[in-house]
């Protein structure tokens, strides 16, 4: 049972042989670990999920977090997670020696996190956000704050949070109300509401540190005028003793899924002073806190990936074990005396299983190369190299978030096909994952958002240098697969879709140009998904050239039909998801604008 969830070897053949993760071994920063080490970092992580998450995930969705008596009580498995976090140095595993971390690649870090993702999506969120917080003083904070918060953090004593939306704002950073009242002491006075703060409160963390989004009183409108401050739940004494904050828990959000994971309403303020301390320099909050917002929509990309993954081990589990109909003969009858044949026999039901393998590998594939740009860029020799990989980064984090929420979501909802109507029971675990990813397209700004980001701004950024690196990017691996005469097709087909997507910027930049924004980024959605289907092209020819060549040389490290069905399913992408891009360029070059309010015109009402 422990093993349903998702596939080790898998997971080693897009670290170690499709992305070269152990090249990064080379590098002064990662210079503790080696190939050895790696492997044993993830088996741990392995049995960590078997052993500590797996088996609770049906029980937190059963057993929710509640709030009561302004207490926030979440699942008791949630100390352990805390607590074995910090002992095998999760949260601080990507943190500088000098911080207390391990510098460990990212790339291993965020393959741990999937491993525990599909194990049980409730809990990471918990340590993640709290290494997330962690990084946010780690990067801008003075070393009085590092060294009064960073040690507990990172040790899982004391949880950590982002707040940024409020409930007149939204997803609108612009008119965040929150204040923070400078004092002759050194610190602000916070006064203002938080919503939807995941692990915003919970009883098993001594303290929580929330890196909080204010306005300094007196400062200028919008975002320009917002400062980042270190909130604690609890202040600490002189003696490291713990007193109130003046934070208090108004409630939680009880959502349709990860019921294990607390969204909590959060007052500052309110009744008793709280007390805040500024991180960095005034007025450029958000420009640190898009640190901890890229980071976590990498994270809401991974969960879509590892919770696809999890159910695509469900639906095959079922498919392989269910019986049901019989197969067709050659001139279309059936043999009604013959047993019955599983349903995984069926095309149908093989096609849904292929739609899941393919968006649930891909995907994973597409998190970990984010995660091995982000660590080039990190300990790159040259500026220039530090650009192309920040660069590279920048344009596909909206896509990384977006991509595997979405199409994860649809891969979940063909695991339910599968099983049919036992899909739908709550019998089954599918219908969970089901709900449990519906989130992940509105965590941490909406499919619409980073659609309008993608498209407004990544495109654009830099006179298009993004999209042109990605561009050169794809290009590279359809080089590699004209060494391979069955490869040599879809890497031609890949490149007509990159022509297509030359057509549509050409279409779409001169109504920017112009001044017509409204009409540039009104099938900004349209153009994730287009993009962000080529992007997937892209992942599967970069696993099938690495498949062909081990095939080539006659490679062992894993079985011939392992390396055969990636190549398998990246033929399966092409032929059903692929020829999508050309549709999608027709909607969005098409002169019919029909979204767009007309004045004097309301077609919805």
Not at 30 to 35: E, G, I, L, P, V
Not at 518 to 536: H, K, N
């Amino acid at each position: 049972m422990a093993n349903d969830y998702m596939s080790m070897d898998t997971l080693r053949f897009l670290l170690f042989d499709v992305l070269d993760t152990e090249d990064l071994v080379k590098y002064d920063r990662f210079q503790d670990y080696d190939r050895g080490a790696l492997e044993i970092i993830l088996d741990s992580f392995k049995d960590f999920g078997d052993q500590e998450c797996y088996p609770y995930f049906r029980e937190m969705d059963e057993q929710p977090v509640y709030f009561k008596d302004g207490q926030v009580y979440v699942h008791d498995q949630i100390k352990k997670i805390m607590e074995q976090s910090g002992e095998l140095g999760l949260i601080g595993a990507t943190f500088s020696n000098e911080d207390g971390g391990l510098q460990m690649p990212g790339t291993i870090v965020q393959a741990a996190y999937f491993i525990l993702d599909a194990a049980n999506n409730h809990v990471s969120g918990y340590p993640g956000l709290t290494a997330g917080a962690a990084g946010l003083i780690a990067s801008f904070a003075s070393q009085g704050l590092k060294d009064k918060y960073l040690p507990k953090m990172l040790a899982g004593e004391w949880g950590g949070t982002m707040c940024l939306t409020e409930p007149q704002a939204g997803s609108s950073l612009s008119d965040i109300t929150t204040t923070a009242y400078p004092t002759e002491h050194g610190h602000y006075r916070i006064e203002g509401q938080k919503i939807w703060i995941s692990g915003g409160d919970q009883q098993f963390s001594d303290n929580i540190i929330h890196l909080l989004l204010a306005r300094i009183d007196g400062a200028p409108a919008g975002t320009k005028g917002i400062s980042l401050f270190v909130v604690p739940k609890k202040r600490i004494g002189e003696d490291g003793s713990l007193t109130s904050n003046g934070v208090a828990s108004a409630g939680d959000f009880q959502k349709l899924g990860q019921r294990g994971y607390s969204s909590v309403h959060l007052v500052f303020g309110d009744g008793e002073e709280c007390r805040g301390y500024l991180v960095g320099e005034p007025h450029k909050g958000l420009r640190y806190m898009f640190q901890m917002m890229n980071g976590a929509r990498i994270s809401v990309g991974r969960h879509g990936a590892s919770i696809s993954t999890a159910a695509y081990y469900a639906s095959l589990k079922y498919a392989m074990e269910r019986p049901q109909g019989r197969r067709l003969s050659k001139d279309g009858s059936k043999d009604l005396s013959a047993d019955q044949t599983l349903i995984i026999n069926h095309p149908d039901v093989r096609r849904m299983l292929f739609f899941q393998k393919a968006i649930s590998e891909g995907t994973l594939n597409l998190i970990l190369l984010a995660a091995n740009y982000h660590d080039r860029e990190r300990v790159a020799e040259t500026d220039e190299e530090k650009i192309y990989y920040n660069n590279l980064l920048e344009i596909l984090t909206p896509i990384v978030k977006t991509y595997p929420s979405e199409m994860g979501r649809l891969s979940v909802s063909n695991g339910l096909q599968v099983l049919g109507g036992m899909g739908f029971s709550r019998e089954h675990i599918l219908q969970q994952y089901y709900r449990d990813i519906r989130i992940m397209a509105i965590y941490e700004g909406t499919t619409g958002i980073q659609s309008m980001d993608l498209l407004g701004r990544k495109v654009t950024m830099h006179g298009g240098d993004a999209i042109r690196l990605l561009s050169k990017e794809i290009l590279k691996e359809v080089g590699k697969s004209e060494a391979y005469e069955a490869l040599k097709p879809y890497g031609q087909k890949l490149v007509a879709t990159l022509k297509r997507n030359q057509e549509v910027l050409e279409y779409l930049i001169p109504f920017a140009m112009k001044g017509d924004h409204e009409r540039f980024l009104s099938d900004a959605t349209i153009y994730m998904e287009f993009l962000g289907t080529i992007v997937m092209g892209w992942q599967w020819l970069m696993m099938a050239n690495r498949a062909a060549e081990a095939l080539k040389n006659g490679e062992s490290k894993y079985t011939n039909e392992f390396y055969e069905a990636k190549i398998h399913t990246m033929k399966f992408f092409f032929k059903y998801e692929m020829p999508k891009v050309d549709a999608w360029a027709k909607t969005i070059m098409s002169e019919d604008v029909l979204t767009i309010l007309m004045e004097d015109k309301e077609y919805l009402s």
